[in-house]
Structure formats: C-alpha cells, structure tokens
C-alpha cells in the first residue's frame, strides 16, 4: 500500500508546496474540429476521492480515458505519481478504469470475473480466488460468487464490476459512473461503501457522476465541468457556498439569481439594486465597479420567513406565499414579491409554537447581506 489515505483533517490541496499525485497541464482533447476536453489544468492528491460532475457530453469520459491512457490528448500533458504519461500504455499505467458500460465475462462466475486480471498477471490460482473472495467481500456479494452474471441484478453487476477494478489494488482508481445502475437506496449505502474501500485501500479515486448529491456526498473535491473545462475545483461545501459563475451556483443544489448593478461600495457595505428586489445590502467585494452588472446568488436556506417584520435587516420585502411543499424536515416555498419576482426559500421545521406559515399568507422574507454571493459570470 501506498501510504495512508487522507486522514479527514489533512488537505494537501490547501498546503501550495504539497505534491500532487495526479497533474494535468493544459490539456486538450480534439475529435476532428470538435473540442470534446479544453485546456484543462488539474492537481489530485494521493488518497483523493475528486469528482467529475457535469451534464452529458461536458468530457468527463474523454478526461478521464486519457488519464487512463486509452485517449491520447491533443495538447498538454499528464503526470501521474512524477511520471509523464504521453508514452506509457493503459496497461503500464498505475491505473485501473472502471468504464461506463462495463463488461462483465458473461461465460464465467462472478468470482472468476473478479479473480481473472490476477489470473492473466500469473497471480496462483489460490491466491487470485482469496483476494477476489475478499473485493467480493467488501461490496457485499461473497454469496453469489458462483453465479454468472446473467443471474445478478443490473445494480449486482455493477459492484462485480467495482470489485474487479479495486482487486489489483491499483493506486488510482477511474471510475466513470460507477453507480448509475443502482437504485436510490443502494447507490446511497454503496457510495458510503465506496469511502469506506478508498479509506481502507488508501487508493485514490476519481468518480465520474452527473448526480450532483453523490458528487457531494463522496467528494474530497469536486470538479465541475462544462462544455469541456473545468468551471471550478473545490471542496463540496466551497463550491456549494461560493460557486464561482452562474452555471456553478445553479448546478449544485437550488439558487436564486437576481441580476443587478452595483450602486455604491462603502467600506462594509455594498449596495447593488435588481429589478426583482430593489436596493440590496450585501458585503463588498474587491474588483468591482460601479455602474458593473452583477448576479446575486443566495441559497434558499439562508432567507428567513417571519409574519412580523425582522428587525435591523436591511434586506426584508413582504410578499405572498404562492406556493408551499412539505417535506418533513423541512418546508419549501414560492414567494411573489410585489416586483413579480419569485422567491424560493426553504425553512427546517423545528418545534416551533406558532402553526406554520402557509399558502396565500403575507409574510415577510429576509435575508442578511452575507447569504448574497455576487457572481460576475
Ligand atoms: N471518439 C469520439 N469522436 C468524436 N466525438 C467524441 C468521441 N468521444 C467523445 N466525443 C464527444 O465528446 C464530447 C464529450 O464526450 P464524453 O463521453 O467525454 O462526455 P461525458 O461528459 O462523459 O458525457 P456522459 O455523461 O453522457 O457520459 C461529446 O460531445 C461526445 O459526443
Ligand atoms: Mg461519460
């Protein structure tokens, strides 16, 4: 094994003279005049578990087969563990690729399917079984190791699969969605699973997903990409907390955008006015102009719902609730504000002693000046 995994309290990618495990440079990806991967630069850490989220088509697959060799990039250049890979083979590689449409040996058990990459490397027979036995330990199948897979569910296939790719123990793992077979309830229980292997393997793993929830339950990092670049590399709640453009902020979790200029810039204070919600109070923010166009990004969470007026809040409008869903811990809402605007704001349902706010009630929605993000793009 190659050292610990990253113990939760360690962020090399904090730490500017930390190594990176895995670095790409400036790569790009061309399939004939299309640019399917574009001048991505990227650093991962060993023991990461760094997610790919992005809609279909962004390059998520193509990224990570070159990182797996099986794609040469057009432009720039990948290092993993100090070596540069332009000329080493996938099979050279201390990689191993779990592809989006995986193929499982449909003629041979599942434990075979498990055991057969060791088998190839002239591992003994014995031992290629024990350690098969032990990945089909881990992701819960050790009773259907003698089944083929034409017997196992789609989401059962899928953790074949994962054990194959885990069983060499190779120190970067790619898994391009690796869970897309599973149902709600088991792709959340595998997702922890699958923490729980990369803290036990100490294996870095990079996870190719579209769902937004996995990449923030698994990730040390995400990456979020778009029309083939990287919009923004952070930690989960970096990037749920301070996205960095529109398209970042609207595609982790729920946001609401008002467009605005900005007004006047006091040392503490900056004003911006919106057509959807007049003047705005919200902190200042370096690099910004006067006269500027802006977005204001704030999440539903951070606005307050209250039947009387909020004191000392700069920003509270009154409006009607339009609409109302409960969802047990919480409660979401639509609020029409007399500018047309539409609110959404979401409240957690505590005991409280007052009835809860409902449909077609006045009431007032606050938000403090530090729940707005300004985005420029
Ligand atoms: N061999 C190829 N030749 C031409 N275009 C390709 C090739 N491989 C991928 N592309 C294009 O590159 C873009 C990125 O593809 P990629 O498979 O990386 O997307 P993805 O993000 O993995 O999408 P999905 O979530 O649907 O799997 C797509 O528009 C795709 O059509
Ligand atoms: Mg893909």
Request: with cysteine; proline share 6%.
């Amino acid at each position: 094994m190659d050292g610990p995994a990253i113990a939760a309290d360690t962020k090399p990618w904090r730490d500017p003279s930390a190594n990176p495990f895995i670095s790409v440079r400036g790569v790009t990806k061309r399939f004939g005049d299309f640019t399917a991967v574009s001048n991505v630069d990227l650093d991962i850490f060993k023991g990461e578990l760094f997610c790919l989220l992005g809609e279909s088509g962004c390059g998520k697959s193509t990224l990570l087969r070159m990182l797996a060799g099986f794609e040469q990039p057009t432009e720039g250049s990948i290092r993993i563990d100090g070596e540069d890979m332009a000329r080493v083979p996938p099979d050279r590689r201390p990689t191993n690729m779990m592809f989006q449409s995986y193929a499982l040996f449909p003629h041979m058990t599942v434990e075979k399917n498990v055991a057969y990459g060791l088998l190839r490397e002239g591992m003994k027979k014995s031992d290629a079984y024990a350690k098969a036995a032990e990945m089909l330990r881990m992701v819960k199948l050790e009773k259907l190791a003698r089944r083929k897979p034409d017997q196992l569910s789609g989401g059962q296939r899928q953790r074949v699969a994962l054990a194959r790719s885990l069983v060499k123990r190779p120190k970067l793992l790619l898994l391009d969605e690796p869970l897309g077979a599973l149902d709600k309830k088991l792709r959340e229980e595998t997702q922890f699973e699958l923490i729980k292997i990369q803290e036990t393997l100490g294996v870095t793993f990079i996870v190719v997903t579209h769902d937004q929830d996995e990449a923030m339950t698994l990730a040390t990092r995400i990456g979020v990409m778009k029309d083939g670049i990287i919009e923004q590399i952070g930690e989960p709640r970096e990037i749920y907390e301070t996205p960095r453009s529109r398209f970042v902020a609207d595609f982790i979790g729920t946001v609401n955008l008002f467009e605005g200029v900005v007004e006047a810039a006091a040392p503490d204070m900056m004003r911006i006015a919106t057509p959807d919600l007049g003047d705005v109070m919200v902190l200042p923010q370096e690099g910004l102009t006067r006269g500027q166009t802006i977005w204001g990004a704030v999440r539903p969470e951070r606005f307050a719902l209250t039947r009387k007026r909020p004191e000392d809040m700069p920003n509270a409008w009154e409006g009607v609730v339009e609409e109302m869903g409960y969802i047990g811990h919480m409660s979401q809402y639509r609020v029409r504000l007399p500018s047309g605007a539409l609110i959404r704001a979401s409240q957690s349902n505590r005991l409280r002693e007052e009835a809860p706010i409902s449909w077609d009630e006045k009431v007032w929605i606050s938000v403090p000046p530090a729940a707005f993000r300004v985005l420029t793009e």
